[in-house]
T-cell receptor, first 112, second 112 residues
């Protein structure tokens, strides 16, 4: 079946450090891929998405590229801020009636 | 503004009582979902509905019930049969042919 594996946290960085959170997936065909962010005590917000191979999703300085050859969708940001402290979830969907499949989440803490 | 609302934000219940969590959306989405999130954990799917008057069990449906009488509403009842109901509950929706889900702010349920 479809699955998502993301790096386990927690991840702790200093402000302005470079961020990478790894995400790999297993799925047949060509799923769409997503990164969601959850701030403390809140619901999930869509951060970025990519719907086909080699697409790059970007938002708020975060980027992720859909790599079909490595079945990966790693999240990156060049310079993190304290306000980026949150839990990040990688997810995939085949669309239509298919459900979203989530990774387990990676908690990021950015210290000033 | 279009979106998903969940109420209440915090809910307390005594053991042995049923409680209903509200979820309403005005995005004109056909599909709606309920997830459970435990501290430091990922999301687990409880129930989902792809169309009015129809719903399916997710991965952890035991002790929960839902109804879908209106497109806009998908209430979740946590019954006394749910052995460990204290958790953060998230509602989401998506278009029938869409890929991404939109999430509400969540309800934190505590059993006293």
């Amino acid at each position: 079946g479809n699955s998502v594996t993301q790096m386990e946290g927690p991840v702790t960085l200093s402000e302005e450090a470079f961020l990478t959170i790894n995400c790999t997936y297993t799925a047949t065909g060509y799923p769409s891929l997503f990164w969601y962010v959850q701030y403390p005590g809140e619901g999930l917000q869509l951060l970025l998405k990519a719907t086909k191979a080699d697409d790059k999703g970007s938002n708020k300085g975060f980027e992720a590229t859909y790599r079909k050859e490595t079945t990966s969708f790693h999240l990156e940001k060049g310079s993190v801020q304290v306000s980026d402290s949150a839990v990040y979830f990688c997810a995939l969907s085949k669309g239509g009636s298919e459900k979203l499949v989530f990774g387990k989440g990676t908690k990021l803490t950015v210290n000033p | 503004d279009g979106g998903i609302t969940q109420s209440p934000k915090y809910l307390f219940r005594k053991e042995g009582q049923n409680v209903t969590l509200s979820c309403e959306q005005n995005l004109n989405h056909d599909a709606m979902y309920w997830y459970r999130q435990d501290p430091g954990q990922g999301l687990r799917l409880i129930y989902y509905s792809q169309i009015v008057n129809d719903f399916q069990k997710g991965d952890i449906a035991e002790g929960y019930s839902v109804s879908r009488e209106k497109k806009e509403s998908f209430p979740l009842t946590v019954t006394s049969a749910q052995k460990n109901p204290t958790a953060f509950y998230l509602c989401a929706s998506s278009s029938a042919s869409g890929y991404e889900q939109f999430f509400g702010p969540g309800t934190r349920l505590t059993v006293l």
